[in-house]
C-alpha cells in the first residue's frame, strides 16, 4: 500500500544545533516529494520539491536545506537552528501528474529553543 | 495575494448545525484536496476534487472549476469536527501543491 513515513513527531533543539527530519515513502517509485513549512498562525509554505533522486527546487531562501539520496527518500536538514526555525514541517508526496493523489507524513513539530 | 484562499478564517459552530467551507484559487489545477489537520499536526486527506461533487459521511465536497472555487460542507456538525481545514490545489502548470491558509472550526456542544 501506499504510505508515507515521517519522524520525529515531536523535536526539541537548541539554538545553533544541527537538524535532520527525514522523510520515507513505500509503495511507489519516482514520487514527487515536498517538505513544507507551517509557522505559528500561518499556512503551510513550501519549502522544497524534488522530482527524482539529486533534483531539488528551493522556493524560499533560508537556513535549511534538502537532500534526496534515494528515490523514496527526502531529507530536510540544517547545518545551525535559528529560533525562527520553530515550526511544523510537513512532507508530502504525489506521483504522476494531474489528479492523483497526494499522501501526507504525520508532520514534525520543532522547537528551537 | 496567495494563490489559494480559504473563507472564513475561523469559525464557531453549534453542534447539529450545517457548516459550510470555502477556497478559491487563481491557478489552473489539475486537482483540489480538502484536508483536515488535528491539534496534534496531523493531516488526513478528506477529498480529492477534480470535478463534480464528491461525499463521504456528514462531509460534502463540491468543486466549480469555470468559477475556480470549492465548497467543503458539514452537516449535523459534532465536537468532534473541531480541527483545522485546508485546501491544497495542484498547479496544473507546475505539478506542486499550493496550500490555503486554513480555516479553524470549532463546535460546540
Known amino acids: 500500500s501506499q504510505t508515507i513515513h515521517q519522524w520525529p513527531a515531536t523535536l526539541v533543539q537548541p539554538v545553533g544545533s544541527p537538524l535532520s527530519l527525514e522523510c520515507t515513502v513505500e509503495?511507489?517509485?519516482?514520487?514527487?516529494l515536498y517538505w513544507y513549512r507551517q509557522a505559528a498562525g500561518r499556512g503551510l509554505q513550501l519549502l522544497f520539491y524534488s522530482v527524482g533522486i539529486g533534483q531539488i527546487s528551493s522556493e524560499v531562501p533560508q537556513n535549511l536545506s534538502a537532500s534526496r539520496p534515494q528515490d523514496r527518500q527526502f531529507i530536510l536538514s540544517s547545518k545551525k537552528l535559528l529560533l525562527s526555525d520553530s515550526g511544523f514541517y510537513l512532507c508530502?508526496?504525489?506521483?504522476?501528474?494531474?489528479?492523483?493523489?497526494?499522501?501526507f507524513g504525520q508532520g514534525t513539530r520543532l522547537t528551537v529553543v | 495575494k496567495n494563490e489559494v484562499e480559504q473563507s472564513p478564517q475561523n469559525l464557531t459552530a453549534q453542534e447539529g448545525e450545517f457548516i459550510t467551507i470555502n477556497c478559491s484559487y487563481s491557478?489552473?489545477?489539475?486537482?483540489l484536496h480538502w484536508l483536515q489537520q488535528h491539534p496534534g499536526g496531523g493531516i488526513v486527506s478528506l477529498f480529492m476534487l477534480s470535478s463534480g461533487k464528491k461525499k463521504h459521511g456528514r462531509l460534502i465536497a463540491t468543486i466549480n472549476i469555470q468559477e475556480k472555487h470549492s465548497s467543503l460542507h458539514i452537516t449535523a456538525s459534532h465536537p468532534r469536527d473541531s480541527a483545522v481545514y485546508i485546501c491544497?490545489?495542484?498547479?496544473?502548470?507546475?505539478?506542486?501543491?499550493?496550500f490555503g491558509t486554513g480555516t479553524r472550526l470549532q463546535v460546540f456542544p
Open positions: 491557478v489552473g489545477i489539475s486537482a
Open positions: 508530502a508526496w504525489t506521483t504522476g501528474a494531474g489528479n492523483t493523489e497526494a499522501f
Open positions: 509503495g511507489t517509485s519516482n514520487p514527487n
Open positions: 491544497a490545489v495542484r498547479s496544473y502548470n507546475t505539478d506542486k501543491l499550493i
